[in-house]
């Protein structure tokens, strides 16, 4: 019998599964305290960068109060009382959103991103120290006149306001992230020089024919060494002429204008219907690794790969519904997250000669003023000029002296010290010519030119290069003409165009707009149209730029610039239109050289042919406008789909995809199988030509090999059809090859249902961050990127969404803005950018354009008083400290 002790005796132990249930849910509801306190602490450290959008902050500084009013995508309307505060409160409000790229930016255009990231990026930087572009910005902001000086002053105020309010990771995520590796940074103040170097950046990135150069300068030197090669006539083929004969130019007629110091009054406009002519016009983080100091810098600043250029065109009222001008315009530039723009609007209370701003369109963060837009009466837009504005010269070094026209001249040295996070300073010498600095031995395509010049010398003189070197102790180095390498204007021109109230006050802008060289387009409220090509375009002497050319003599340097007066300019023209999409400006009879590198004008043929055909059909509308931006029809694609019809290719699954040539309408369409198909077959094509032989040729720039390969086409007995490496004789043998891999290479991608193949999907873009977005560390690169995002387009189409040749279909240099602006009624124009307003990771403006985008749909943005009233969100009242 159990006594009353026994009773109450301890009781049984749980079972072995009570005990670890409980255990599980101590370790479960540990894991969730840890998670819950993780994600609350993410969340705090990512939401504490997060700018003030609402309310009222005092700021010392500012002379009166101003008022920062955002819609509901986060783009502000900046109203302020005088210059002074406007461009304080802009530099205060890119700050709040985009502080991190500002930083980022201006260390990589001094040669400084080594101190943010350690030494993977010590070359790179000697590299851009080398080009000396902050030096060049110091001395552009020195030479300012006073009041434009006053704009970058007072917006290095504003930035330098919302640094002293905040730092680290209440600046932005990415200094959170920095600071785990190299925690002893801290960004500067910000400088007017910091702002003004961004422009040498745009230089670069949209720099003209230096890699087309370089690479004509190797392939010489490479077939230089076959037999029974001829050199001069494969680059001819391979690099060939501008099609004038198929395409058009910018202005088929110069029209007559009066000159910029003279009173008269502009040139009448010509209706088209006055002759009915119809002109054709971190220091542990490892970043993703590149080839090449040029490849890293383009990663760093922009790449001129391929798709980089701009479409923009301007159509007259004469040929519009409303009787007033449309102007279009969508720049291409490398895909960036952050968008490379920032839209903004900045408005002085009272518009007069002392505060004379009423402008809105797309900025650059850590730039004051307005890029590419309109004010209230004038509206502008860019595309890149592709004129040759750089030139490589082979340098004869002595020690530190260099051969010029038979004497040894001295080098001009300077020595700049890179510092570098967790690691040792470096000390860097930068040697220069006349031409500019030496920049062979930094990179291994400039140093392989300097190994082995001759081919291409002898190409750019027609002749053996005699070389100077007396004493057999000279070296060759190869050094950089480039017209961003001298101080200009540009930097002012910004806000001359901002407050151009006509075409001569515009006209005087571009006069200003130096570098980079841009073909500019105008419309204004009285229904004027034009065009006026701009930059420092240089008169050259014996050579032409297209080889390197020989250093030690004179005869081949730049001999002055061509006048501002004798540039091309184009005032209402008959066609009652003006299209520029990186073609030729003018014909050959120009009086003088400009490029032989222009894009091949497929594109602007394109835009051409779909604003006269809609316009014979009905009077033209903004739609009109952005459908044609929206354009993807492939012009290569339509001579292979009629080449193919004759070609016999065994095997159901290829016969499936050829077949889906037939019915295919040549747009590059997201949801297209038959784009898809396209697409793959070019490029296996084009490697299949050029790149699989003995002798690789190169295969960059899809609008060249357009041209090249649709000539081909015509002549099935061209020799490049056939290639022994392939086991390849003729043109239906490689035509029939390149079907079949293409076939396979699909299939393998995308399934051998060839209905269910698409283009969007093969053709995606992945956002990438700038900095951390390709750090090689997978959780912080999720913390950054974004995509993908499937799109249309392609390459050399005007929706130019460009992809690279044998490396991968996916979308990398994209329209990175595109706007509509109607000259009847501002607050109806469109716009659209690639990301969003926001540079902060997970704010709700960080890719919320980006769907549109792809969609290609753009959006009103206001511009009126009234309008701008209605469709603000917040509304942030900067006031000013005690």
Same mark, same amino acid.
């Given at each position: 019998?159990?006594?009353?002790?026994?009773?109450?005796?301890?009781?049984?132990?749980?079972?072995?599964?009570?005990?670890?249930?409980?255990?599980?849910?101590?370790?479960?509801?540990?894991?969730?305290?840890?998670?819950?306190?993780?994600?609350?602490?993410?969340?705090?450290?990512?939401?504490?960068?997060?700018?003030?959008?609402?309310?009222?902050?005092?700021?010392?500084?500012?002379?009166?109060?101003?008022?920062?009013?955002?819609?509901?995508?986060?783009?502000?309307?900046?109203?302020?009382?005088?210059? /002074? /505060?406007?461009?304080?409160?802009?530099?205060?409000?890119?700050?709040?959103?985009?502080?991190?790229?500002?930083?980022?930016?201006?260390?990589?255009?001094?040669?400084?991103?080594?101190?943010?990231?350690?030494?993977?990026?010590?070359?790179?930087?000697?590299? *851009?120290?080398?080009?000396?572009?902050?030096?060049?910005?110091?001395?552009?902001?020195?030479?300012?006149?006073?009041?434009?000086?006053?704009?970058?002053?007072?917006?290095?105020?504003? =930035?330098?306001?919302?640094?002293?309010?905040?730092?680290?990771?209440?600046?932005?995520?990415?200094?959170?992230?920095?600071?785990?590796?190299?925690?002893?940074?801290?960004?500067?103040?910000?400088?007017?020089?910091?702002?003004?170097?961004?422009?040498?950046?745009?230089?670069?990135?949209?720099?003209?024919?230096?890699?087309?150069?370089?690479?004509?300068?190797?392939?010489?030197?490479?077939?230089?060494?076959?037999?029974?090669?001829?050199?001069?006539?494969?680059?001819?083929?391979?690099?060939?002429?501008?099609?004038?004969?198929?395409?058009?130019?910018?202005?088929?007629?110069?029209?007559?204008?009066?000159?910029?110091?003279?009173?008269?009054?502009?040139?009448?406009?010509?209706?088209?219907?006055?002759?009915?002519?119809?002109?054709?016009?971190?220091?542990?983080?490892?970043?993703?690794?590149?080839?090449?100091?040029?490849?890293?810098?383009?990663?760093?600043?922009?790449?001129?790969?391929?798709?980089?250029?701009?479409?923009?065109?301007?159509?007259?009222? /004469?040929?519009?519904?409303?009787?007033?001008?449309?102007?279009?315009?969508?720049?291409?530039?490398?895909?960036?997250?952050?968008?490379?723009?920032?839209?903004?609007?900045?408005?002085?209370?009272?518009?007069?000669?002392?505060?004379?701003?009423?402008?809105?369109?797309?900025?650059?963060?850590?730039?004051?003023?307005?890029?590419?837009?309109?004010?209230?009466?004038?509206?502008?837009?860019?595309?890149?000029?592709?004129?040759?504005?750089?030139?490589?010269?082979?340098?004869?070094?002595?020690?530190?002296?260099?051969?010029?026209?038979?004497? *040894?001249?001295?080098?001009?040295?300077?020595?700049?010290?890179?510092?570098?996070?967790?690691?040792?300073?470096?000390?860097?010498?930068?040697?220069?010519?006349?031409?500019?600095?030496?920049?062979?031995?930094?990179?291994?395509?400039?140093?392989?030119?300097?190994?082995?010049?001759?081919?291409?010398?002898?190409?750019?003189?027609?002749?053996?290069?005699?070389?100077?070197?007396?004493?057999?102790?000279?070296?060759?180095?190869?050094?950089?003409?480039?017209?961003?390498?001298?101080?200009?204007?540009?930097?002012?021109?910004?806000?001359?165009?901002?407050?151009?109230?006509?075409?001569?006050?515009?006209?005087?802008?571009?006069?200003?707009?130096?570098?980079?060289?841009?073909?500019?387009?105008?419309?204004?409220?009285?229904?004027?149209?034009?065009?006026?090509?701009?930059?420092?375009?240089?008169?050259?002497?014996?050579?032409?730029?297209?080889?390197?050319?020989?250093?030690? /003599?004179?005869?081949?340097?730049?001999?002055?610039?061509?006048?501002?007066?004798?540039?091309?300019?184009?005032?209402?023209?008959?066609?009652?239109?003006?299209?520029?999409?990186?073609?030729?400006?003018?014909?050959?009879?120009?009086?003088?050289?400009?490029?032989?590198?222009?894009?091949?004008?497929?594109?602007?043929?394109?835009?051409?042919?779909?604003?006269?055909?809609?316009?014979?059909?009905?009077?033209?509308?903004?739609?009109?406008?952005?459908?044609?931006?929206?354009?993807?029809?492939?012009?290569?694609?339509?001579?292979?789909?009629?080449?193919?019809?004759?070609?016999?290719?065994?095997?159901?699954?290829?016969?499936?995809? =050829?077949?889906?040539?037939?019915?295919?309408?040549?747009?590059?369409?997201?949801?297209?199988?038959?784009?898809?198909?396209?697409?793959?077959?070019?490029?296996?094509?084009?490697?299949?030509?050029?790149?699989?032989?003995?002798?690789?040729?190169?295969?960059?720039?899809?609008?060249?090999?357009?041209?090249?390969?649709?000539?081909?086409?015509?002549?099935?007995?061209?020799?490049?059809?056939?290639?022994?490496?392939?086991? =390849?004789?003729?043109?239906?043998?490689?035509?029939?090859?390149?079907?079949?891999?293409?076939?396979?290479?699909?299939?393998? *991608?995308?399934?051998?249902?060839?209905?269910?193949?698409?283009?969007?999907?093969?053709?995606?873009?992945?956002?990438?961050?700038?900095? *951390?977005?390709?750090?090689?560390?997978?959780?912080?690169?999720?913390?950054?990127?974004?995509?993908?995002?499937?799109?249309?387009?392609?390459?050399?189409?005007?929706?130019?969404?460009?992809?690279?040749?044998?490396?991968?279909?996916?979308?990398?240099? =994209?329209?990175?803005?595109?706007?509509?602006?109607?000259?009847?009624?501002?607050?109806?124009?469109?716009?659209?950018?690639?990301?969003?307003?926001?540079?902060?990771?997970?704010?709700?403006?960080?890719?919320?354009?980006?769907?549109?985008?792809?969609?290609?749909?753009?959006?009103?943005?206001?511009?009126?008083?009234?309008?701008?009233?209605?469709?603000?969100?917040?509304?942030?009242?900067?006031?000013?400290?005690?």
């Amino acid at each position: 019998m159990m006594t009353d002790s026994t009773a109450s005796a301890a009781p049984s132990r749980p079972s072995l599964g009570v005990r670890i249930g409980r255990i599980a849910f101590l370790v479960v509801a540990g894991i969730v305290v840890i998670a819950v306190a993780a994600a609350f602490f993410v969340t705090w450290t990512i939401q504490r960068s997060f700018p003030q959008t609402a309310g009222t902050l005092e700021l010392d500084g500012l002379q009166s109060e101003v008022t920062v009013q955002r819609d509901d995508r986060g783009i502000p309307t900046i109203t302020a009382d005088s210059t /002074d /505060d406007l461009f304080y409160a802009e530099g205060f409000v890119h700050a709040q959103d985009r502080f991190f790229e500002m930083d980022f930016r201006r260390h990589v255009t001094a040669g400084r991103v080594a101190e943010m990231f350690g030494e993977s990026q010590a070359a790179t930087d000697a590299f *851009l120290r080398t080009l000396g572009w902050r030096a060049v910005a110091e001395a552009e902001v020195e030479a300012m006149d006073e009041t434009t000086r006053g704009y970058y002053e007072a917006y290095a105020d504003g =930035v330098n306001a919302y640094l002293a309010t905040r730092s680290g990771a209440e600046l932005s995520l990415e200094y959170a992230v920095l600071g785990i590796q190299n925690p002893e940074y801290a960004p500067e103040p910000w400088e007017p020089a910091d702002s003004v170097a961004w422009l040498k950046a745009m230089a670069w990135d949209l720099r003209g024919n230096i890699e087309d150069e370089t690479e004509r300068s190797l392939l010489a030197a490479e077939l230089g060494e076959g037999e029974d090669v001829d050199t001069a006539a494969l680059l001819a083929k391979l690099y060939p002429d501008y099609p004038f004969d198929e395409n058009p130019v910018i202005v088929p007629k110069i029209s007559t204008v009066p000159a910029l110091d003279t009173d008269a009054e502009p040139a009448a406009y010509a209706s088209p219907a006055d002759d009915g002519e119809i002109q054709q016009a971190t220091t542990t983080v490892e970043w993703t690794q590149t080839s090449g100091v040029i490849e890293a810098a383009s990663e760093l600043v922009g790449d001129i790969g391929e798709g980089i250029g701009s479409n923009s065109w301007v159509v007259s009222g /004469d040929l519009t519904e409303s009787g007033m001008p449309l102007l279009a315009n969508d720049p291409h530039l490398g895909a960036s997250l952050p968008s490379v723009w920032y839209q903004v609007q900045l408005k002085c209370s009272t518009v007069d000669e002392d505060c004379p701003f009423d402008v809105g369109g797309f900025s650059f963060s850590g730039l004051p003023g307005i890029v590419i837009g309109h004010n209230q009466h004038v509206a502008w837009g860019f595309t890149n000029l592709t004129t040759d504005v750089t030139d490589l010269y082979v340098e004869r070094v002595v020690g530190d002296e260099y051969w010029r026209d038979g004497a *040894l001249v001295p080098l001009e040295t300077r020595t700049e010290t890179i510092k570098v996070a967790g690691g040792d300073d470096i000390d860097l010498t930068i040697r220069s010519t006349v031409h500019g600095p030496i920049i062979s031995g930094l990179t291994d395509d400039f140093t392989a030119i300097a190994e082995d010049p001759g081919p291409a010398l002898e190409e750019a003189t027609g002749a053996p290069a005699t070389v100077p070197d007396p004493d057999g102790d000279a070296e060759n180095a190869v050094s950089l003409r480039w017209t961003a390498l001298d101080p200009g204007t540009t930097a002012t021109a910004i806000f001359a165009l901002s407050t151009a109230q006509d075409f001569e006050d515009f006209r005087y802008a571009a006069s200003l707009f130096d570098v980079p060289a841009q073909n500019l387009i105008y419309a204004d409220t009285e229904g004027n149209i034009g065009y006026q090509t701009p930059g420092r375009l240089p008169i050259r002497g014996a050579g032409d730029g297209w080889m390197p050319q020989p250093g030690w /003599d004179s005869s081949y340097d730049w001999t002055g610039f061509i006048p501002f007066e004798e540039l091309p300019v184009s005032y209402n023209p008959r066609s009652g239109y003006i299209v520029t999409a990186n073609n030729a400006i003018v014909t050959d009879d120009y009086s003088y050289f400009l490029s032989r590198d222009w894009d091949y004008g497929y594109r602007a043929a394109r835009i051409t042919d779909l604003i006269e055909r809609r316009a014979a059909a009905a009077p033209l509308t903004a739609q009109d406008m952005r459908d044609i931006q929206m354009d993807e029809e492939m012009w290569i694609g339509t001579q292979l789909a009629a080449a193919m019809g004759d070609v016999d290719v065994p095997g159901a699954g290829p016969t499936e995809a =050829v077949e889906l040539l037939r019915s295919w309408d040549a747009q590059n369409s997201a949801s297209s199988p038959a784009a898809a198909y396209a697409n793959v077959l070019w490029s296996t094509l084009v490697q299949n030509i050029f790149a699989e032989r003995e002798q690789p040729l190169p295969i960059d720039g899809q609008a060249r090999l357009f041209t090249v390969v649709g000539a081909m086409l015509d002549d099935p007995s061209d020799p490049l059809w056939s290639n022994p490496a392939l086991d =390849v004789d003729g043109m239906e043998a490689m035509l029939t090859l390149s079907a079949e891999e293409a076939y396979d290479e699909l299939s393998a *991608l995308q399934g051998d249902v060839v209905a269910r193949w698409n283009w969007g999907d093969l053709h995606a873009i992945t956002l990438t961050s700038d900095t *951390l977005g390709s750090s090689g560390i997978a959780p912080i690169e999720a913390l950054f990127n974004r995509g993908p995002y499937p799109v249309g387009g392609g390459a050399s189409v005007v929706n130019a969404t460009g992809w690279e040749l044998g490396v991968s279909y996916a979308t990398t240099t =994209v329209p990175s803005m595109r706007m509509v602006i109607d000259l009847a009624d501002f607050d109806a124009s469109t716009w659209n950018h690639l990301t969003g307003a926001s540079g902060h990771a997970y704010h709700e403006h960080y890719t919320d354009q980006t769907a549109d985008w792809a969609a290609g749909v753009q959006k009103p943005w206001a511009y009126s008083e009234k309008a701008v009233r209605s469709a603000t969100v917040d509304t942030l009242v900067l006031t000013p400290g005690d």
